[in-house]
């Protein structure tokens, strides 16, 4: 399997869409009754007066989570080949994408952190190319947009605001102006959203957006661990994608080296912006897909002549991921 997606094949298409079938399998089987879908945060639902809650059926729910999966991963495999973070044209990142997005049931339903990630694999791209530009006040600009976009789409989502001005320490020399251009951009989109909230006299409404940045870190949580044995295979698999990574670190292209740094912190953000959404679901670890999959990837790309290792590792991941999804 993993050799076979090791080139760009056009079959390795067909392949993809199976094995996306495969990995929505228990659900299907045991499809429930109902599916809610909480497309924007209730904060922008004043700007669309839409009721996408209850538009979709459970299996067009389903289906059109894959089919923007499988979108989502052909573009994300063309942005890491394009940037050649793997060294060589490969059919992994979508594979490797498509795998992540499949972990847990809640990341294969539509949910506000899917449709999150076209904006979050966007930004990817626009990250990557800044390193090479003169001038990245535009981007930054645009980049400040699109993460407030997000926001209005899924709130914790602002917590990629960071992000800009990490990848300027990691990419660029300081210069002021492209710090702030970041900033402008997200309140250009919040300050026509506070224009909107004037006009309907509820500007009041309005701080309440920002209430969730003065919660409190949680520190009690109710886990159910055997929920997340499902992660067991894709630890081991990203520890030994870092430890390849590690390897090569230095032997690398500098744009590479600091790509994946960047990607690094993406998912760490990523991880620890949960605590910003009161009702917790954990569809929203769904963000981590895109820097996850390129470092598992890595690992599929860079391992060694035992073939039956790593084909055994991702055939696990398969296993785990459809036995949990039906017991």
Not at 55 to 78: E, H
Not at 136 to 149: I, T
Request: hydrophobic share 60%.
């Amino acid at each position: 399997m993993i050799k076979q997606f090791r080139s760009l094949n056009p079959i390795n298409i067909l392949l993809l869409i199976g094995i996306a079938l495969l990995l929505r399998a228990g659900v299907l089987l045991q499809l429930p009754e109902k599916l809610n879908f909480d497309f924007i945060e209730p904060f922008a639902r004043f700007l669309i007066a839409i009721p996408l809650e209850t538009a979709f059926t459970p299996y067009a729910n389903i289906l059109i989570g894959l089919a923007i999966t499988l979108l989502q991963a052909f573009i994300f495999n063309k942005i890491v080949n394009g940037y050649n973070l793997l060294g060589k044209p490969t059919f992994l990142p979508a594979l490797l994408f498509v795998t992540a997005s499949s972990l847990f049931t809640p990341f294969i339903l539509l949910s506000p952190t899917l449709i999150c990630n076209f904006i979050l694999l966007w930004m990817i791209e626009k990250f990557l190319s800044i390193y090479r530009r003169d001038d990245a006040r535009a981007v930054m600009f645009d980049l400040g947009m699109m993460v407030a976009l997000g926001t209005l789409i899924y709130f914790p989502f602002i917590a990629m605001m960071p992000l800009l001005w990490i990848s300027l320490l990691i990419f660029r020399p300081f210069y002021w102006r492209e710090w702030l251009a970041g900033i402008i951009g997200f309140i250009t989109v919040f300050f026509f959203l506070a224009v909107y909230y004037y006009w309907h006299n509820s500007l009041g409404l309005f701080y309440k957006i920002w209430l969730p940045l003065a919660a409190p870190f949680p520190v009690n949580f109710r886990i159910n661990w055997y929920d997340y044995l499902v992660l067991i295979p894709v630890v081991m698999i990203l520890a030994l994608g870092i430890f390849q990574l590690r390897s090569n670190f230095f032997r690398s292209f500098v744009q590479t080296r600091k790509s994946y740094q960047l990607l690094f912190f993406m998912l760490v953000l990523g991880l620890i912006s949960f605590y910003l959404k009161s009702d917790f679901r954990l569809y929203h670890f769904l963000l981590c897909a895109p820097p996850a999959a390129v470092m598992m990837a890595y690992y599929f790309v860079q391992a060694g002549k035992k073939r039956w290792v790593y084909e055994c590792l991702y055939l696990l991941l398969l296993f785990t991921i459809i036995y949990f999804q039906i017991f």
